[in-house]
């Protein structure tokens, strides 16, 4: 945290900026103080100075204004009250210095004291073993359960640091990024705070894919004027139609994320200028309480009736809300110049919880309301602690399931007496069952869902009405496990295979303890370690459980040589232990090695390209330090790279191109277009002929006219590669050209 300082500081100037920086905290929390407030934050922003006084940031500037910056996005971004604010202040301190969580507590009570404590130890990062990382997440995730302050301001402290990422060293930047796109993004958007989400993402673009980020942005910005002549032809009709009937409201245009449109050029395989909908329309009614949903569907009919709705694009989350308390109404409609336009509708009430989430719900908790609201956030929370207590120990497990659950879309489903109940999309019966009771999930033996009966496996659907039908006689199995996609579930059936295996694993205990006894030796831990070796067997609960289900020939018991009551061993087999040798010696390293340069210096490290992104010269690269000790290049753009880097962030290695002329990359190429006579050879004429480049291979299929093509290269630097794309493209008849990826 602290850099060495320098230059000289000009201090009159610096205490300046801090007080600017203190107004501004000052003024977004205003509205929300009452008497004594402002005397409490202003101590916990004296504290903070003196505590920091000596710690920079790595930008140079002072520390303080980190924690400045962090309760001032508490206070106006997120919407959380005074506590909230003085616990942001504090959040680094009895990380960062001298100051004691005892004293946090004596000035100001227990409530701050836990805040700040939660906040202390999710920040206390380790390195090392390998599941670190992942026992970190699950801390963070934890904290969800205590007190979700915790939670949203180690948000808002990500944020800012997001925010001030330039400062950072480039190794620090993608795994920083990368565990911003893992974790917090998902953990933003399950608490509905999607305008941070969208941050969040965008910014870790911004260092995970500069070039693409700067491509998308600057093309963004080059079309801004057509765009909002677009918007403004779309909603000045609107507008008037909307003051006629009588509704307050506003109508705008409201720009997607980068990282959204870039998501949806990877996913279809289309270029920037065909994503249709790199904004949206919105609609935000001032209504009265009681009238809101009158409200927006009055607006929803006036839309439709100035343009044609696209029928199955409707989505109605204002009868249900999501579960992190989202409500509105959206529709895609056909707009002007045969565009399609997505055109969200709601209230402010509704806006200012989409905008910042949970938090905001609960100021208007205490006023009007919905009771919907309230209850899929507390069923959401809840969930979250059942998962959370769940007894399964392995740290990356869970939070890849738990990660699975962040981002799942949601389908409603209703019991028989219609209450409704809220699961991930292709959740089961037998997920239902799970979902009410762990009793009735262990006793599932089918299901009646709109009265018709289907198997626990059977996929349920949005609407459905479900009877779950049991048996004390049922018991879960091992397949179970492919049948379910909630965490909850897995975990509450890996918890009662456990159990049953137990139980059945005393018996075979008891039928190991008698042949023991025949052949005269004893029953101890040497000896069934040993005979779990022999029989292959990870544990010894493995090995009494299949000596129980007659899977373990014991017979063989007699075979085997006995002293003193012991088995003698022809010991075991050890496992072989690979060593990491870092190679230093040059002229074991491939002949490739002056292409690529790690970290700082020219360290010679023996390394490798990786197959599922296949860099090549020229692309933004980095290392991945394997336990061979071999590092893999990777893009920064791989995703799978991205997954790694969050989790092992201690092996990125920093690699760049040197000298790059010289071999060569194989690089896949996708092609769309028009089906046209001779079109392989106008390819082959380009790559060979005009490119000189060599080609592996090139495959063409066409359907109905249309045809779809891969091409393989040997590429010596991505501005080749460019080139050539640039020229396949013009091409007649060709649509599209792309990188293969994976
Ligand atoms: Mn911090």
Not at 535 to 562: H, M
Request: hydrophobic letters at 35%; a positive charge.
């Amino acid at each position: 945290m602290t850099a060495p300082e320098i230059l000289p500081h000009d201090e009159d100037l610096e205490k300046r900026n801090i007080l600017r920086d203190y107004r501004t905290l000052l003024k977004a929390i205003k509205p929300r103080l009452r008497d004594g407030d402002e005397k409490r934050i202003r101590q916990a922003f004296e504290i903070a100075l003196e505590s920091h006084k000596d710690m920079r940031r790595k930008s140079g500037e002072p520390y303080i204004h980190h924690p400045l910056a962090v309760a001032t996005i508490v206070a106006e971004e997120i919407g959380l009250g005074v506590t909230s604010v003085i616990c942001a202040l504090l959040h680094d301190v009895v990380e960062d210095t001298d100051y004691t969580l005892d004293e946090v507590k004596r000035e100001f009570g227990g409530e701050v004291a836990t805040i700040v404590d939660g906040l202390t130890k999710i920040s206390k990062l380790g390195s090392g073993s390998d599941s670190v990382q992942a026992e970190n997440y699950r801390k963070i995730l934890l904290t969800l359960s205590d007190d979700i302050r915790v939670i949203l301001i180690k948000i808002a402290d990500r944020l800012h640091n997001m925010r001030t990422l330039d400062d950072v060293p480039r190794k620090n930047q993608l795994k920083i990024s990368s565990e911003t796109l893992f974790l917090y993004a998902p953990l933003a958007h399950r608490l509905g705070l999607y305008s941070i989400k969208g941050e969040f993402e965008d910014l870790s673009m911004k260092y995970t894919e500069s070039e693409k980020y700067k491509e998308i942005a600057s093309k963004l910005n080059s079309k801004k004027r057509e765009r909002n002549r677009f918007i403004n032809d779309f909603c000045t009709p609107l507008a008037k139609e909307i003051e006629k009937s009588g509704l307050k409201a506003k109508v705008f245009g409201r720009p997607k994320t980068i990282f959204s449109i870039w998501n949806k050029m990877k996913k279809k395989g289309i270029d920037f200028e065909d994503v249709y909908d790199k904004f949206a329309i919105r609609i935000i009614i001032d209504a009265e309480p009681e009238k809101e949903k009158e409200d927006c569907w009055k607006a929803y009919s006036i839309v439709t009736d100035l343009y044609t709705p696209s029928p199955n694009r409707l989505r109605d989350w204002i009868s249900h809300p999501k579960a992190n308390g989202y409500e509105s109404l959206h529709t895609t409609v056909m707009g002007p110049k045969g565009k399609w336009v997505e055109v969200q509708i709601r209230t402010e009430r509704m806006d200012i919880i989409a905008e910042r989430g949970l938090a905001a719900h609960w100021k208007y908790k205490e006023n009007k309301g919905t009771k919907t609201v309230d209850e899929a956030v507390e069923g959401w929370l809840m969930q979250v602690r059942e998962f959370l207590k769940s007894p399964d120990s392995n740290a990356i497990e869970f939070i890849n399931d738990f990660k699975l659950q962040l981002y799942a879309q949601e389908i409603y489903t209703f019991t028989p007496s219609g209450d409704l109940k809220i699961l991930p999309k292709d959740a089961t019966a037998l997920d239902f069952a799970y979902a009410i009771h762990t009793g009735l999930g262990d006793n599932c033996i089918g299901a009646k869902v709109n009265n018709k009966l289907v198997p626990i496996s059977h996929v349920l659907r949005n609407g459905d009405q479900v009877e779950i039908i049991s048996s004390k006689k049922q018991k879960p199995s091992e397949d179970w496990l492919n049948f379910v996609v909630t965490s909850k579930a897995k975990s509450k059936i890996k918890a009662s295979l456990k159990e049953l295996k137990k139980k059945v694993g005393e018996d075979g205990k008891d039928i190991l303890d008698r042949k023991l006894r025949q052949v005269k030796a004893n029953f101890n831990t040497e000896n069934i370690q040993f005979l779990a070796n022999y029989y292959k067997k990870n544990t010894p609960l493995d090995l009494y459980y299949d000596i129980a289900n007659e899977k373990v020939d014991l017979s063989k018991l007699k075979g085997f040589k006995i002293i003193g009551g012991n088995f003698e061993l022809p010991r075991p087999e050890k496992k072989e232990v690979k060593e990491f040798i870092p190679m230093t010696n040059a002229e074991d390293i491939s002949k490739n090695t002056e292409l690529v340069i790690f970290g700082d210096t020219s360290d010679m490290i023996p390394y490798e390209f990786a197959k599922c992104c296949a860099p090549i010269p020229g692309d933004d690269v980095v290392g991945f330090l394997s336990i061979n000790g071999l590092v893999k290049i990777h893009r920064t753009s791989c995703n799978n790279m991205i997954n790694l880097m969050s989790k092992y962030g201690y092996r990125i290695v920093k690699t760049r191109w040197t000298n790059p002329r010289k071999p060569e990359f194989l690089s896949g190429l996708m092609l769309d277009g028009l089906d046209d006579i001779g079109l392989i050879n106008k390819l082959t004429n380009i790559i060979s002929s005009e490119m000189k480049i060599n080609m592996k291979s090139i495959s063409l299929e066409s359907k109905d006219g249309i045809f779809k093509g891969e091409i393989y290269v040997y590429i010596q630097h991505q501005d080749q590669l460019n080139e050539l794309m640039q020229k396949m493209k013009q091409l007649p008849g060709i649509i599209s050209v792309n990188r293969i990826e994976n």
